[in-house]
């Protein structure tokens, strides 16, 4: 599986951003897809999760009512919507795909895309 992610930009703080991941290769929909984040001189971190028939979701608390992930799998494709954005928010944001919805609490996944950089200003 590729995994190709897009979106990202720059925002003031208070707005909004939709991050996209297109995944090529291997069935997607097989695959529990998620979404990591980096910010500078900190270790990558978990942001949300999303099981391989989008019946189930989970957020790291950092984000919870503020981001939504979704999928299409028609498109072969996840996204990221970041409401209420922050400063804390930049980082560069990695997806991953897995075929196990609990590998996401760590960062051993089957699959990473290259990343894209979200930058929040104050």
């Known amino acids: 599986v590729q995994l190709q992610a897009s979106g990202g930009g720059l925002v003031q703080a208070g707005g909004s951003l939709r991050l996209s991941c297109a995944a090529s290769?291997?069935?997607?929909?097989?695959?529990?897809m998620g979404w990591f984040r980096q910010a500078p001189g900190k270790e990558r971190e978990f942001v949300a999760v999303?099981?391989?028939?989008?019946?189930?979701?989970y957020y790291a608390d950092s984000v919870k009512g503020r981001f939504t992930i979704s999928r299409d799998n028609a498109k072969n494709t996840v996204y990221l919507e970041m409401n209420s954005l922050k400063p804390e928010d930049t980082a560069v944001y990695y997806c991953?795909?897995?075929?196990?919805?609990?590998?996401?609490?760590?960062?051993?996944?089957?699959?990473w895309g290259q990343g894209t950089l979200v930058t929040v200003s104050s």
């Open positions: 991953a795909a897995d075929h196990d919805y609990s590998d996401f609490m760590g960062t051993r996944l089957d699959y």
């Open positions: 290769g291997r069935t997607f929909d097989i695959y529990s």
């Open positions: 999303i099981s391989w028939s989008g019946g189930s979701t």
